[in-house]
T-cell receptor, first 117, second 107 residues
Framework: GAVVSQHPSRVICKSGTSVKIECRSL??????MFWYRQFPKQSLMLMAT?????????EQGVEKDKFLINHASLTLSTLTVTSAHPEDSSFYICSARIGTVPGNTIYFGEGSWLTVV | GDSVTQMEGPVTLSEEAFLTINCTYT??????LFWYVQYPGEGLQLLLKATKADDKGSNKGFEATYRKETTSFHLEKGSVQVSDSAVYFCALRDMRFGAGTRLTVKP
């Protein structure tokens, strides 16, 4: 089946630095990708919807200048956490949809653990 | 706005017991509804989905029926196995997730 790969799976960065997480669809073209944040033992919180070639749509309360999303190609979306702080430590998950039709199957990446020290 | 309310866990059952995990939603229109499963140490996987009212999604012995009148999409399985132990998420329009319900099945 379709595969979505995230990299890195774990990253530790110093407070004040920026870190980039990549999300790749390995065997299909993903017009739409989603980025989520999951706190321990909690649900996934949708951060933004990323459409290839256009600006991401951020959910209310998510700082777009802090969480930069770029969807430059049909197989790659990146999330950059800028000026990271310890409270940004979390599990970040991406997903990708084949095509643009809501209801089409979405495939999830394995997630990336970010620890800011 | 759209939202999903999911039965809180954790849920602990014995093998071969009947499982129900409740899920209700609030949304405009007739959104697609999904159940995802997250096995220990793995990413989320689509378990089943329904795209219109009265549709029944099914997979691996799990079923859920899209009930427009009660705005619900409860997950059921007649006989759970130890291998079903996981966290189950109800989702709306494949973007809004419920809080997740952790299921543990004991032999």
């Amino acid at each position: 089946g379709a595969v979505v790969s995230q990299h890195p799976s774990r990253v530790i960065c110093k407070s004040g630095t920026s870190v980039k997480i990549e999300c790749r669809s390995l065997d299909f073209q993903a017009t739409t990708m989603f980025w989520y944040r999951q706190f321990p033992k909690q649900s996934l919180m949708l951060m933004a919807t990323s459409n290839e070639g256009s600006k991401a749509t951020y959910e209310q309360g998510v700082e777009k200048d802090k969480f930069l999303i770029n969807h430059a190609s049909l197989t790659l979306s990146t999330l950059t956490v800028t000026s990271a702080h310890p409270e940004d430590s979390s599990f970040y998950i991406c997903s990708a949809r084949i095509g643009t039709v809501p209801g089409n199957t979405i495939y999830f990446g394995e997630g990336s653990w970010l620890t800011v020290v | 706005g759209d939202s999903v309310t999911q039965m809180e866990g954790p849920v602990t059952l014995s093998e071969e017991a009947f499982l129900t995990i409740n899920c209700t939603y609030t949304a405009t229109g007739y959104p697609s509804l999904f159940w995802y499963v997250q096995y220990p140490g793995e990413g989320l996987q689509l378990l089943l989905k329904a795209t219109k009212a009265d549709d029944k999604g099914s997979n691996k012995g799990f079923e859920a029926t899209y009930r427009k009148e009660t705005t619900s999409f409860h997950l059921e399985k007649g006989s759970v196995q130890v291998s079903d132990s996981a966290v189950y998420f109800c989702a709306l329009r494949d973007m809004r997730f419920g809080a997740g319900t952790r299921l543990t099945v004991k032999p």
